[in-house]
C-alpha cells in the first residue's frame, strides 16, 4: 500500500483565491482526519469523517474551511477565501482500529 | 491552556548518548497516550500507544513509560542515532469524544555527531 496520498505537496496562492487540498487515505481504513501544523500552535484537529460521514468539525476555524469525503478513497478541503494565516501544513491522516496513519502534509503559502 | 505539555521545547545530544522527552497532561480520564515522530517535511508516525492501565511499552530503542497518577508520561531514547533527529509528539485521548485527540506542541531532538 503507498500509504496515505496527499495532493499538492506544496502550494502556494494569492490571498482570496481558493485552494482545494486532496487526500486518499489508505484502502480499508473507515476514519479520515484533516489536520493543521504551524509553529505556534502545534497540530490541530480540524474534522474527522467515519464511514464517508463528518463526525466531528468542531475544529475547523471558520466558514471559509470546508471538507467533503465523496467516497471511501477520496476527501478534499477547502479554503475560500483563503488568507495569509491560512499558511500552515495540512496532514490527512486515515485510520483503523485506533491506529492512525498521516500522510507526507501540503505545505500552504498564502501571500 | 494546553491539555498537553511537553518538555523541554528543543535538545540537542551527542550521537550515542541516551535522552528522555516529557509529556504533562489534563487530559483526564483518558483512553489512550501515543508519542510519534515527525521528521521534518514529512508526517508523524506512530512510535508507542499506552492505554490507561499500561505503565511502560518499548519499540526498538524508544521506550515510553505512563504515571496516571501523576498524569505524566515520558519518552526514552537509547544509543541516540543522527536518524533519530526529529520532533517527537505525546498525544492523549479521552475516551468519551470517539477520535478526539489532544496534541503536544513537541520536543524538538537533534542528535550531532
Known amino acids: 500500500d503507498a500509504g496515505v496520498i496527499q495532493s499538492p505537496r506544496h502550494e502556494v496562492t494569492e490571498m482570496g483565491q481558493e485552494v482545494t487540498l486532496r487526500c486518499k487515505p489508505i484502502?480499508?481504513?473507515?476514519?479520515l482526519f484533516w489536520y493543521r501544523q504551524t509553529m505556534m500552535r502545534g497540530l490541530e484537529l480540524l474534522i474527522y469523517f467515519n464511514n464517508n460521514v463528518p463526525i466531528d468539525d468542531s475544529g475547523m476555524p471558520e466558514d471559509r474551511f470546508s471538507a467533503k469525503m465523496p467516497n471511501a478513497s477520496f476527501s478534499t478541503l477547502k479554503i475560500q477565501p483563503s488568507e495569509p494565516r491560512d499558511s500552515a501544513v495540512y496532514f490527512c491522516a486515515s485510520s483503523s482500529r485506533g491506529e492512525q496513519f498521516f500522510g507526507p502534509g501540503t505545505r500552504l503559502t498564502v501571500l | 491552556k494546553n491539555q498537553v505539555e511537553q518538555s523541554p521545547q528543543s535538545l540537542i545530544i551527542l550521537e550515542g548518548k541516551n535522552c528522555t522527552l516529557q509529556c504533562n497532561y489534563t487530559v483526564s480520564p483518558f483512553s489512550n497516550l501515543r508519542w510519534y515522530k515527525q521528521d521534518t517535511g514529512r508526517g508523524p508516525v506512530s512510535l508507542t500507544i499506552?492505554?490507561?492501565?499500561?505503565n511502560t511499552k518499548s519499540n526498538g530503542r524508544y521506550t515510553a513509560t505512563l504515571d496516571a497518577d501523576t498524569k505524566q508520561s515520558s519518552l526514552h531514547i537509547t544509543a541516540s542515532q543522527l536518524s533519530d533527529s526529529a520532533s517527537y509528539i505525546c498525544?492523549?485521548?479521552?475516551?468519551?469524544?470517539?477520535?478526539?485527540?489532544?496534541f503536544g506542541t513537541g520536543t524538538s531532538l537533534t542528535v550531532i555527531p
Open positions: 484502502s480499508g481504513h473507515n476514519s
Open positions: 498525544v492523549v485521548s479521552p475516551p468519551e469524544a470517539g477520535n478526539q485527540f489532544y
Open positions: 499506552m492505554t490507561f492501565s499500561e
